[in-house]
């Protein structure tokens, strides 16, 4: 079983909290604790999670936006933890990010056909004119008429603007894409477009998406594999199927049932999650969801708890439900 | 039985330079006591502008209400005068925020703004205040009242502050609450509370709710009655119930059938083409005809009447109210 | 019913909005701010003048003289007709009258008007110019390499190099040459070495991070604005030769802090926005994510207030050749035909309040037109439209 796009171990990313003239160290936010997933060829991985959970970090950690603390990240069976500048301008063509943002994700003085070139650019086009053209393709590719290319972002509507931020991605040709809550800024008739938009690019190119959200819905229609976030920590991680039809920590069960909406999850009572989301900064030993878990013991506050293996797929981080 | 609020026919328009930008274009709806009432709508389809007219806090200019009257317990509040107006904003109609960051001064603590709003109405001791405010953040479901009013808006969490900024709205124990989009901000698990939290409170104190937002998720855990809007008018209306299993209106059926679903997996989400107008430049007829997959030849000309379905059920599409028979969602 | 819709957006839209390039959308919002189109006409006369100005009053026999003494026709008021009777042709007026009057020395002020106006043009211009070069540099660099930690290392280098330098410069060339060669070669052994797997004591000592670029820059600063600028700029003139470049190198000198922490907020909040993390992750270079994506969305504060600063420093170069530390003598600037006319203030008071009157309108021009700018570039503003 090698087919995986994607393999991630153990990643770790610690941010310093600083204070003072001296700008010392004070505490960590640790805001990516041992994160392990992987994504197969053409598939969706779902990462979900509340605000603060790391999971937004998790793409930038995978991108080479940032460098991680620990842990390994394979792509495609090559470890690119740790890579070199110009092996990092190769991977530029494998993985892109889509954000969720339409109006920070465009440069405001450039026009898109300018911004879309940008990729191009790396990918060594060096013809102006091939370049221009592949720039009408890509747009096309997307729904935009090609003929707007010298426009300016702010001409456009949001899920225009989140058209030509994908036009972007693609502008490299890459395999992977990492789509940063894509969809959460949009009206619910153009989220609509753009969920379609992403899925028949997956079809009609064979891309793999780490796609990060907090809508489960959303996560619930597009992905293949979920992975629930914590503070850091993947709580649970299963086949889609599996993860929404019997779900085991604790903390995915809440996540389900509060989900506004009529069809719950059969066997699963209305239950509020008390509390609310505690911040990852210096966070206390053992369980991360120890403070608002119902099924809590001692236990839960001592020591790491392990990533529990239910079945092959079907992966858990809560002693109690195995 | 007569309605508690019902806002008749009202025109809310902002003036641009060169365009007039048609944000409210005759919207007419109804609360009644004890009820909850959900607008909604995508945005820019002008249900905040309309909240904000109940309330008198649309800025004039650029704003100008062009038409339409607001009763509230049957009297007219539209011309009202600034003082009379403070009479009854906050303390018969209160509003709860969607961003629960910026709807709270930060240089006053918990404790001051919410004895702010009950002392703005009421003449009463510091101390008894004092005790209200108690009483208001515990209703809220906030564990520790004493210590909490004494704690400024950045030592709490966006649930938190939204619950204080409920426990303000209900300071003066008003007939209606206005939310706009309250649970939009935060976070599905803290959204489950706060939506329970509403439901727990419009049982105890028998008021009413008008609810505006986005989400149709949100609206099917707690609606009563459902105005869709679209472009500045309502475009459908009726029973929860009713407009789930059977909406009329091209636009409400589009929206619910995009509605994204792990149960659709495999499946191409139907989407509406094309985008929202601007205010400034709606289109003629029915302002949903360019994007509306049962437009016909009238749509571009004439503006469609609401169709009576019954039950309270209306729908501003006379194409399918003609082919009622036809049509099956 | 759940048909899919290709993506067809264009075709469905309903009448659109009309379309603006945001220079039109510019001058829509600029011609609806009557203030500052004011100050901008203003600025527009002003410039020409001073070209004009220029033109008229240089070379050596120029149209309008403003060095020519005519001792007989001394203080006479504006608009007055010359004394044919006391004047060589040579010395004619060339309007036929003397417009502003003359000054003590019976030199034609409207004539040592347009010089200074050219004066205060170039010193506006070429003082901001420099402190929004110094500004951009350093809040650029503090703003977007902040994060980046000066090394012990790094200090040492740069002793080393000071050192070498400063002997170099005091004229002992060996131990200049010694320090340099040891500069060159630590900068090269840290350049090859990169990270050793495990570096030893000393090693890691020289790595230690002692501060951050930001810190640095941003500390030296605030110790820049600790000084009183204008008694700072006092204490330099009165130290190097008197002459018009060094006015305008002075002043600009000591008015870029502002522009440097504008610049490095506008970076700092530039660098956490989507599209450069976009620009990144598809592997644009450091240099051109500067220059193509930061600089052009951080020069509308910049202009905003460098077109305040004109002001300033025009103000600043009056100041001084009114204390009689400016622009030396033989030149006309405003401030200086107001430092003359202050001795004759009850006698011939068109010598101060002209100048002074120049001075204020142009001033204030200058400020209106950055204001409008201000209101115009602010995105909430821009927001509604």
């Known amino acids: 079983m090698n087919n995986h796009v994607l393999k991630v171990e153990g990643l770790k990313k610690h941010f310093p909290v600083r204070r003072g003239f001296f700008e010392k160290v004070i505490g960590w936010v640790k805001a990516v604790d041992g994160v392990d997933f992987e994504i197969a060829e053409g598939k969706t991985l779902g990462l979900v999670g509340e605000s603060g959970c790391g999971k937004s970090t998790v793409g930038r950690l995978i991108l080479k936006l940032l460098d991680p603390d620990g842990g390994t990240i394979h792509y495609k069976g090559k470890d690119i933890s740790a890579l070199s500048r110009k092996d990092l301008k190769e991977l530029r063509k494998e993985m892109q990010i889509i954000f969720q943002d339409p109006f920070g994700s465009l440069n405001p003085r450039m026009t898109i056909g300018r911004t879309i070139e940008e990729g191009l650019r790396t990918l060594g086009i060096k013809d102006r004119d091939e370049r221009n053209t592949r720039v009408q393709e890509l747009l096309e590719r997307v729904g935009i008429s090609g003929a707007s290319a010298d426009r300016y972002p702010h001409e456009f509507s949001g899920g225009q603007r989140q058209r030509i931020g994908i036009a972007r991605a693609l502008s490299v040709e890459p395999h992977l894409l990492i789509c940063d809550e894509p969809v959460s800024a949009l009206d619910v008739s153009i989220q609509a477009q753009i969920i379609n938009l992403l899925k028949e690019l997956q079809q009609n190119l064979g891309l793999s998406y780490l796609f990060i959200s907090h809508d489960l819905n959303v996560v619930g229609y597009l992905s293949d594999t979920v992975a629930v976030m914590y503070l850091g920590h993947i709580m649970e991680y299963a086949p889609s199927e599996k993860l929404f039809d019997h779900p085991l920590h604790p903390y995915t069960l809440a996540l389900l049932s509060s989900v506004p909406g009529r069809d719950k999850p059969k066997g699963l009572e209305t239950r509020e999650l008390r509390g609310d989301v505690p911040t990852p900064f210096n966070p206390p030993p053992g369980c991360k969801f120890q403070g608002r878990c119902p099924l809590a013991e001692e236990r839960c506050r001592q020591g790491e708890i392990e990533f529990y293996r239910v079945s092959r797929q079907h992966r858990v981080r809560c002693w109690k439900v195995i | 039985m007569s309605p508690l609020l019902s806002v008749q026919n009202l025109k809310v328009y902002f003036r641009g330079d060169e365009t007039v930008a048609r944000a409210i274009d005759g919207v007419s709806y109804e609360v009644h006591a004890g009820e909850t009432v959900c607008l909604v709508g995508e945005s820019g389809c002008g249900k905040t502008v309309s909240a904000l007219t109940i309330l008198g806090l649309i800025p004039r200019p650029p704003g100008e209400i062009a038409g339409g009257k607001i009763f509230f317990k049957g009297r007219s509040i539209l011309g009202l005068k600034e003082e009379e107006f403070q009479q009854i904003r906050g303390k018969r109609i209160a509003m709860v925020f969607q961003e629960p960051m910026t709807s709270l001064n930060p240089v006053f603590t918990v404790g001051d703004q919410i004895k702010e709003a009950i002392m703005v109405h009421e003449a009463i001791a510091d101390r008894q205040a004092h005790s209200r405010c108690v009483g208001l953040l515990k209703d809220v479901g906030i564990p520790s009242p004493e210590e909490r009013l004494r704690d400024y808006p950045h030592q709490l969490s966006g649930g938190q502050r939204q619950r204080v900024m409920i426990a303000m709205a209900l300071a003066c124990n008003p007939n209606i609450v206005i939310a706009d989009e309250p649970t939009t901000a935060l976070d599905v698990t803290i959204q489950k509370q706060i939506l329970n939290l509403f439901k727990e409170l419009q049982k105890a104190r028998d008021m009413s709710l008008l609810y505006i937002t986005h989400d149709l998720n949100v609206v099917r855990e707690i609606a009563d009655c459902i105005y869709v809007m679209y472009a500045g008018i309502i475009v459908e209306q009726g029973k929860m119930e009713d407009l789930f299993e059977h909406a009329r209106h091209p636009y409400t059926m589009g929206l619910l059938a995009s509605l994204p679903h792990r149960a659709k997996r495999g499946r191409i989400l139907y989407s509406i083409p094309g985008t929202v107008p601007d205010p400034a430049y709606k289109p003629g007829g029915c302002p949903f005809h360019p994007r509306c997959e049962h437009a016909a030849g009238i749509c571009k000309k004439e503006f469609p009447e609401m169709c009576d379905y019954g039950d309270g059920h209306l729908s501003r599409c006379p194409v399918l109210y003609e082919r009622t028979n036809t049509v099956t969602f | ?385």
């Open chain 3, 1 to 385: 019913m759940t048909k899919f819709q290709p993506h067809s957006e264009s075709s469905s839209e309903a009448p659109p909005a009309p379309r603006r390039t945001q220079g039109q959308e510019f001058w829509r919002l600029f011609k609806k701010n009557r203030l500052a189109l004011a100050g901008l006409a203003i600025f527009l006369i002003f410039f020409i003048i001073a070209v004009a100005g220029l033109s008229v009053t240089s070379g050596t026999r120029p149209y309008f003289d403003p060095a020519l003494v005519r001792l007989p026709e001394k203080l006479r008021p504006p608009l007055s007709r010359p004394n044919l009777e006391v004047l060589i042709p040579g010395e004619m007026p060339p309007l036929g009258m003397y417009v502003f009057g003359t000054d003590d020395l019976g030199r034609d002020v409207f004539s040592r008007m347009l010089q200074g106006a050219w004066v205060s043009l170039t010193v506006g211009f070429v003082a901001v110019g420099i402190a929004v070069f110094v500004g951009i540099l350093l809040g650029g660099i503090a703003g977007y390499y902040g994060q980046t930690s000066i090394t012990i290392n790094h200090i040492f280098l740069f002793c080393l190099m000071l050192g070498g330098a400063s002997a170099f410069a005091f004229g002992s060339l060996f131990p200049g040459v010694i320090l340099l060669i040891a500069a060159i070669a630590f900068l090269y052994r840290s350049a090859r070495s990169g990270k050793p797997a495990k570096p030893s004591l000393a090693l890691a000592w020289l790595q230690k991070g002692a501060t951050s670029v930001d810190t640095l820059i941003m500390r030296f600063v605030d110790i820049m604005l600790c000084f009183p600028s204008f008694f700072l700029i006092l204490t330099v003139v009165a130290l190097l030769p008197a002459s018009i470049y060094n006015i305008m190198i002075v002043i600009g000198l000591t008015s870029w802090m502002g522009t440097t922490r504008f610049v490095r907020a506008e970076f700092l909040s530039l660098r956490e926005q989507d599209f450069v993390t976009a620009a990144k992750a598809l592997g644009v270079g450091d240099r051109r994510i500067i220059f193509r994506h930061m600089i052009p969305n951080a020069v509308a504060p910049v202009l905003v207030s460098a077109t305040i600063g004109i002001a300033g420093a025009i103000l600043t170069e009056a100041g001084l050749s009114f204390l009689g530390f400016g622009v030396p003598p033989p030149y006309a600037t405003w401030g200086n035909i107001l430092s003359d006319g202050k001795r004759f203030i009850f006698d011939a008071p068109w010598l101060t309040f002209i100048p002074g009157f120049a001075i204020l309108i142009v001033v204030l021009s200058f400020n209106l037109f950055g204001e409008g700018l201000r209101d115009i570039l602010n995105p909430k503003l821009r927001e509604r439209y």
